[in-house]
């Protein structure tokens, strides 16, 4: 099973590695040609070998070389557009500080039309030939330690696997077990497993580990390794548990993640955290203005600070201080705290600044210190978090990134005093499938759509 998904990969990688200079080879005969470039020198080579070595690092981090990539990840189209866009901005920084040489900027940019087309063709062209291998090749046999419902459903994955199709020859029954699988395949006492010669009956060998399985483990697998054939384990980690592809390892300990969060990430820690800065710094200065003017008329238009400040829950349960312009006429913090929107309270100057979300503008503040990010699920206080954390499942989800000034439930009318259960729907479908172009989305979403107008409290 593992060879053959380990070929597919090696191979798969060679050729996605060696295209960066297939196209630069396509790309300069071509323009040279059709006279549009001079004749390439030796500095093209050297500049073709950097791309390459910079593309196999930025293919192999965004997973463009991962076979599995083909048939289970939905992003990988734009996966292999993140991997074209590092290795060529890379490129062209390269450039900008190096005066040695002079290329062309068009080949650059034709070779990068071309490099996206190439990786594209590869992974259609792969497809196929790893869909017609396993209709041509014998399905691998497997024999299934486990004979419950977990079992079954593992063999029929199994079974309908696309890169490498199994066929279960033998469930085998652990002591103490129900038998849950379906007819059809033989069902083996584990003592008559061990007494039989299954070298030449089975390929592999997949115990399908379920949760009451888990203390006889150690047993088991110890007496299992006596039969020379691979042993892979599948855990059942049950249906509301997400966990990363890979283990980690601390102090000789492995570890796997049960709780998949992007705010680990080096985009989300870095790119994020850069754009943060930068967004915020500029919408403050373009802001400046007319935020000492609203500053001004909040003062003057009711007795109070100018600015509202409230605690909020942010990332990992954290809790901070949220900035608003004040916009109702101050009361004790027992009611701010737990109270909804109160719009008996809100004065004239108030209600203005609501309906155009001017009253956040201060946020850009929370942002800058950490606090908050532009784009992510809205933070709530500390009283609701409790309440709705009893009353919902996975709320305490949300709390795995930063708390946005806008997001994905927001650009979709779910803003203020709206269904709670609909938001944590939406912002759990962003914290899953974020990334950064999903973030810049948004933000165009949240300026064409003037979301921040309805319900904006």
């Not at 500049?47 to 070389?65: A, D, M, N």
């Not at 290795?87 to 040489?101: N, P």
């Not at 029954?173 to 003592?191: A, D, M, W």
């Not at 592999?204 to 697998?221: F, K």
Request: hydrophobic residues 45%; glycine residues 6%; proline residues 4%.
């Amino acid at each position: 099973m593992i060879r053959r998904l380990s070929l597919y990969e090696f191979f798969f990688r060679i050729c996605c590695f060696l295209l960066p200079a297939s196209a630069f080879l396509i790309g300069g005969t071509s323009l040279r040609a059709l006279a549009l470039i001079h004749p390439l020198s030796h500095d093209y080579v050297y500049l073709s070998v950097t791309l390459t070595l910079v593309w196999i690092v930025c293919s192999v981090h965004f997973r463009v070389t991962s076979i599995e990539s083909l048939y289970f990840d939905s992003d990988g189209v734009q996966n292999c557009m993140k991997a074209l866009a590092w290795t060529y901005m890379s490129g062209f920084s390269a450039l900008f500080f190096y005066r040695g040489a002079s290329y062309s900027r068009l080949l650059l940019g034709t070779s990068a039309l071309i490099l996206l087309g190439e990786v594209l063709l590869l992974r259609l062209v792969f497809r196929v030939i790893i869909d017609h291998a396993g209709k041509q090749k014998a399905r691998i046999r497997i024999i299934i330690i486990g004979a419950d419902a977990f079992a079954q459903k593992t063999s029929e994955s199994l079974k309908n696997s696309k890169l490498a199709p199994c066929e279960t020859v033998a469930f085998v029954r652990i002591p103490g077990q129900r038998v849950g699988v379906e007819p059809g395949v033989p069902v083996f006492e584990l003592e008559h497993l061990m007494r039989q010669n299954i070298k030449h009956f089975a390929n592999d060998m997949v115990l399908a580990a379920s949760a009451e399985m888990l203390p006889m483990l150690s047993r088991l697998i110890d007496r299992l390794k006596d039969l020379a054939i691979p042993i892979r384990f599948c855990l059942d980690f049950g249906a509301d548990v997400k966990v990363r592809d890979r283990f980690f390892r601390i102090g000789g300990t492995h570890m796997l993640d049960v709780h998949v969060a992007p705010s680990e990430t080096i985009n989300y820690v870095v790119l994020k955290r850069c754009f943060d800065i930068v967004f915020s710094a500029l919408t403050l200065t373009i802001a400046a203005i007319p935020m000492a003017l609203i500053a001004i008329a909040v003062k003057l238009s009711s007795p109070g600070p100018v600015f509202f400040k409230q605690e909020r829950v942010g990332i990992n349960g954290q809790v901070f201080k949220m900035l608003k312009f004040r916009t109702m006429k101050v009361a004790p913090s027992t009611v701010t705290d737990t109270a909804w929107t109160d719009d008996s309270r809100c004065t004239a100057l108030g209600n203005f600044l609501r309906k155009g979300s001017f009253d956040e503008l201060p946020q850009f503040f929370n942002v800058l210190w950490g606090d908050m990010s532009v784009v992510g699920p809205r933070p709530e206080r500390p009283h609701f978090v409790e309440k709705f954390n009893d009353e919902i499942d996975a709320y305490n989800a949300r709390h795995h990134l930063k708390a946005g000034i806008t997001g994905w439930a927001q650009v979709n009318g779910l803003r203020g005093d709206t269904d709670i259960s609909k938001r944590i729907e939406l912002d759990l479908y962003y914290i899953q499938n974020w990334s950064m172009i999903f973030d810049f989305r948004i933000i165009l979403m949240t300026v064409l759509s003037g979301i921040f107008a309805q319900s904006a409290y």
